[in-house]
């Protein structure tokens, strides 16, 4: 059976400002490329983070089953969000350690529920380092924010 990858950055010109969010999936055997679906997708006004959470919930909920995946970010907020801060936020009734509203809420609630349904391993990667699966993500964020840029 093939293993699943799913390679996810995202965008923002400026920030807050027009970003994207784009994802590489990739389904291997060993060394062996069998299949890869690109995704992307933006808004007109928005921040990097909010597009980095949505690379990643874009990326599980584009899987029609449930899945075993490894999803690989650069993103710091997303992968100890995911893994750990959102227990806490959970507990405290997503209010994050200063008793203050939890940012971008509705996202990590929707990254919750995708990440649920899936046997998730999360992977971080330094970004723009030539690792090249990154590099092809981060070219979808920028196409998928480009619609957005005056």
Not at 39 to 56: C, D, I
Not at 97 to 115: F, Y
Request: proline share 4%; with cysteine.
């Amino acid at each position: 059976m093939p293993e699943l990858f799913a390679y996810t950055d995202g965008a923002c010109s400026g920030n807050p400002g027009p970003g994207g969010w784009g994802v590489l999936l990739q389904a291997k055997e060993g060394d062996r490329l069998v299949k890869e679906r690109a995704l992307k997708g933006g808004e007109a006004h928005t921040t990097n983070n909010r597009m980095e959470l949505l690379a990643a919930i874009n990326a599980l909920e584009s899987l029609s089953r449930a899945s075993t995946i490894t999803v690989v970010t650069d993103s710091n907020y997303v992968k100890n969000g995911i893994t750990g801060w959102i227990h806490g936020w959970k507990r405290n009734g997503w209010k994050n350690a200063a008793k203050k509203p939890v940012a971008n809420a509705e996202l990590w609630q929707r990254l919750d529920e995708a990440n649920a349904r899936h046997d998730v391993t999360w992977k971080w990667v330094k970004g723009h380092a030539g690792h090249a699966e990154n590099e092809r993500a981060d070219e979808l964020a920028r196409a998928g924010m480009a619609p957005f840029k005056p």
